[in-house]
């Protein structure tokens, strides 16, 4: 029988963990003729969360506060339950949805899409942000963005870790860049969410993948299927060393994670020799994690023809693409914890000061369903 009220943490404005309040008595959603309801056993963590939650998405004045407003409104309002990349099994469905769906356990597309082009997304938005997310017990979504993924092999908080917001991020930046198969290819922030799957992509289609980040994590990303592990620390010789793993060869194409005074460095592997380029030079930036203002030379960019793309989220066809891979076994989970749900605060502080050893994901588990999903990959601090 479906309660009428559940579990969820829900957001009730801008800032601090505070604004994060776990509650009891939030009513349980009614699917609407076109969605399923899903009881959640998992949702993956993404920094966008607590973006949005401190207002970190400016598009005026770099000390505004706000959140996604590009069809021109705000769509995040109070209270908000947040979370993304929500796995779990549909216990109901709206009524042009066949109840033979009832028992699935699935994987869901995160977009709120602005309508129903296949390869285009102008105006993103998604679950946890525009409409309510996977931070509680049970969830109303759209049964054609909710995908059947059967794995045996993938327990649920594994099938949350590869969630399509950081999956379907990373692919659309390499198919904004036009990434093919024989490039080499810089994935800063290599051990997040993104620029881990960006690695594995990187392999699925054929391209070579260079990651940046900390020397204590290159066994793992060499693992996972990086060519070679550059340190993000010394700028002033991140060049020099970059070329030194690749023999010389200029960088084909970065994709951005971290953006601030790197991506100047990042731009310069690529421009080093056009002699032995044989197409444009190519950035992808996805995220600013090293600081939302980058001072380059627009010479540079003009008189090097490179070119820029700015990637939010993907399109449904690569969401269907990926979740292909995922059931096909091309894409392999990388997650690191598990928290539970009434443990969101921790999370977020474990997030924001995560360890050298840190690579992947972490999942949120609400408590009711813990033993089974989310005690095997509990964090070692809880």
């Not at 946890?128 to 509680?136: I, L, M, V």
């Not at 970059?242 to 084909?252: E, F, H, S």
């Not at 951005?256 to 310069?268: A, H, K, Y």
Request: charge should be negative.
């Amino acid at each position: 029988m479906i309660p009428s009220v559940m579990h969820a943490m829900c957001l009730m404005g801008h800032g601090g963990v505070e604004q994060l309040v776990y509650k009891s008595d939030v009513p349980v959603p009614t699917p609407n003729v076109d969605e399923v309801l899903v009881q959640v056993t998992a949702t993956a963590k993404n920094n966008t969360d607590r973006k949005a939650r401190e207002g970190l998405y400016p598009v005026g004045s770099s000390d505004e506060v706000t959140s996604f407003q590009m069809g021109g409104s705000p769509t995040l309002t109070f209270p908000r339950i947040q979370g993304a990349d929500i796995v779990g099994r549909i216990i109901a469905v709206g009524h042009q949805v066949s109840s033979s769906r009832i028992g699935e356990r699935g994987l869901l597309d995160f977009n709120l899409y602005p309508d129903h082009r296949p390869d285009l997304n102008l105006m993103p938005d998604y679950y946890g942000h525009g409409a309510d997310g996977g931070y509680a017990e049970y969830v109303a979504v759209k049964a054609e963005q909710f995908y059947h993924i059967p794995n045996d092999e993938l327990s649920d908080a594994e099938l949350a870790s590869m969630g399509m917001c950081s999956y379907q991020t990373a692919y659309h930046m390499l198919t904004a860049a036009k990434v093919v198969s024989g490039e080499r290819v810089l994935v800063s922030g290599a051990s997040g969410g993104v620029g881990t799957a960006l690695i594995q992509l990187c392999r699925i289609i054929g391209a070579i993948p260079y990651a940046v980040s900390q020397l204590s994590k290159g066994e793992m990303l060499m693992k996972l299927g990086a060519e070679e592990v550059i340190d993000r620390g010394d700028l002033n010789t991140f060049v020099e060393r970059t070329l030194a793993k690749t023999k010389g060869k200029p960088i084909d194409a970065v994709m951005d994670l971290v953006g601030g005074e790197m991506t100047d460095r990042f731009i310069d592997t690529m421009i080093q020799d056009m002699h032995q380029r044989k197409t444009y030079p190519r950035l992808s930036i996805a995220g600013a994690s090293g600081g939302n203002i980058s001072q380059m030379m627009w010479t540079k960019i003009y008189l090097y023809q490179v070119q820029i793309f700015g990637v939010s989220h993907g399109t449904q066809e690569e969401a269907a693409q990926l979740m292909k891979w995922i059931r096909g076994g091309q894409l392999k989970p990388v997650l690191h914890s598990a928290f539970k749900l009434s443990e969101l605060h921790q999370a977020e502080a474990f997030f924001v000061s995560r360890n050298q050893q840190f690579l992947g994901k972490i999942v949120i588990v609400p408590d009711s369903q813990w033993d089974i999903h989310g005690k095997p990959y509990a964090n070692p601090s809880q």
